[in-house]
Structures are given as C-alpha cells and as structure tokens.
Nanobody, 112 residues
C-alpha cells in the first residue's frame, strides 16, 4: 500500500507564509489536502488532479496554492497571508487504487 508523508509545518505569525510538502511512495491518485483544527471536524482544503487541475476551499482561495511535482511524487501547499483560523493539523490524502491513504499530519500554528 502506498504511503504519504507530510512536512513543512511550524509556528508562523499572522500574515506569514509556509509551504507544506507531501511525498508519496507508490502510485497515489486524487491527491488532496485536508486540515483539522482543535475541536473541529476534518475539512477539505484543496485538490489537484493527475491532469493538474486545482480547486481550493473558499476559506483559503486566493491565499493557498496547491501544486505537484510528478517526477518527485510530491504535492505541495503554499500558504500565504496566514490567519489564526488556519491553525490546524494539515493532512495529505490520496487514493491507492480504491484504498484511501492518509499521511500522519503536520501541525501549522498561526500565532503572534
């Protein structure tokens, strides 16, 4: 089964930027980013298809950009103009065939 490993989280001040990375082992499709804030349900953030089409949630549109590098089997989330409400654990998600695969998550904390 494929695996996903995220990195790049950390503590950043409001208005700052972070770039998250997700490296896939194996053949993973339909890759997405999700996040889960304390006390809240996990929510979808962004999707990138194998053809490169991208879509982002309204809450992050214009601030976050999802991209991928097929040669490196990697997906990225560039997060700009970060707000306190972006504080969450960010998860990478994909499909290995019909099996859902989740990464272990990376913590993003936006605070002054």
């Amino acid at each position: 089964q494929g695996q996903l490993v995220e990195s790049g989280g950390g503590l950043v001040q409001p208005g700052g930027s972070l770039r998250l990375s997700c490296v896939a082992s194996g053949r993973i499709f339909s890759m997405k980013w999700y996040r889960q804030a304390p006390g809240k349900q996990r929510e979808w953030v962004a999707t990138i298809t194998s053809g490169g089409m991208t879509i982002c949630a309204d809450s992050v549109k214009g601030r976050f950009t999802i991209s991928r590098d097929n040669a490196k089997n990697s997906m990225y989330l560039q997060m700009n103009s970060l707000r306190s409400e972006d504080t969450a654990v960010y998860y990478c998600y994909g499909l290995d065939g019909l099996t859902a695969v989740w990464g272990q998550g990376t913590q993003v904390t936006v605070s002054s």
